[in-house]
Antibody
Framework: QVQLVESGGDVVQPGRSLRLSCEAS????????MHWVRQAPGKGLEWAAI????????YYADSVRGRFTISRDNLKNTLYLQMNSLTAEDTAVYYC?????????????????WGQGTTVTVSS | DIQMTQSPSSLSASVGDRVTITCRAS??????LNWYQQKPGKAPKLLIY???NLQSGVPSRFSGRTSGTDFTLTISSLQPEDSATYYC?????????FGQGTKLEIK
């Protein structure tokens, strides 16, 4: 079945870095746009980043641009999120999400498969 | 960035009621409006994409429409399992912003 499994969440100190991974299975990973979405404790959903099917095009939320980098390895069916200069405001559950479309912009099929999430806590 | 505003922020309704949640965009988003359902401790689930297209497996009591600047999610006959938080999201142009959420409780 279609599945996304995130890993890499941890407790880290402010200013440090962390890399999240998301292993995809059950679908042709290289065909689809992928996202990272986060949710701070008790808060709503915040879209963070998007990457095209081949990794050539990327967009970021203002809150993470310049600090986070989304990437993918289509041979390994894996999505990544490199997070640098972490602050307490980055504390959240991070979801890896498959788009229903192969087109980056606009998104015409919604975000149809979500991972279970991985927790990042930034604290001294 | 496009701001998405949902109303109400919360509501309480009874089983069998018809419930409507509204989402408004701060600028034009064409038809690129999606709805998600999230239950406590779980990942969100896509309900409707591009205003009114029901995602596979979603019950037909869920529907979406637009009246121009406003987008609505309607549950025609509320069921106990519909207790959740609902989010709208625009995917017209990045950043693909979400609304703040509507928490739906069953009386």
């Amino acid at each position: 079945q279609v599945q996304l499994v995130e890993s890499g969440g941890d407790v880290v100190q402010p200013g440090r870095s962390l890399r999240l991974s998301c292993e995809a299975s059950g679908f042709t990973f290289s065909n689809y746009v992928m996202h990272w979405v986060r949710q701070a404790p008790g808060k709503g959903l915040e879209w963070a980043a998007i990457i095209s099917y081949d990794g050539s095009d990327k967009y970021y939320a203002d809150s993470v641009r310049g600090r986070f980098t989304i990437s993918r390895d289509n041979l390994k069916n894996t999505l990544y999120l490199q997070m640098n200069s972490l602050t307490a405001e980055d504390t959240a559950v991070y979801y890896c999400v498959k788009d229903g479309n192969i087109v980056l912009v606009p998104g015409a099929r919604g975000m149809d498969v979500w991972g279970q999430g991985t927790t990042v806590t930034v604290s001294s | 960035d496009i701001q998405m505003t949902q109303s109400p922020s919360s509501l309480s309704a009874s089983v069998g009621d018809r419930v409507t949640i509204t989402c408004r965009a701060s600028q034009r988003i064409s038809s690129y409006l999606n709805w998600y359902q999230q239950k406590p401790g779980k990942a969100p689930k896509l309900l409707i994409y591009v205003i009114s297209n029901l995602q596979s497996g979603v019950p037909s009591r869920f529907s979406g429409r637009t009246s121009g600047t406003d987008f609505t999610l309607t549950i025609s006959s509320l069921q106990p399992e519909d207790s959740a938080t609902y989010y709208c999201q625009q995917t017209y142009t990045p950043p693909y912003t979400f609304g703040q959420g509507t928490k739906l409780e069953i009386k």
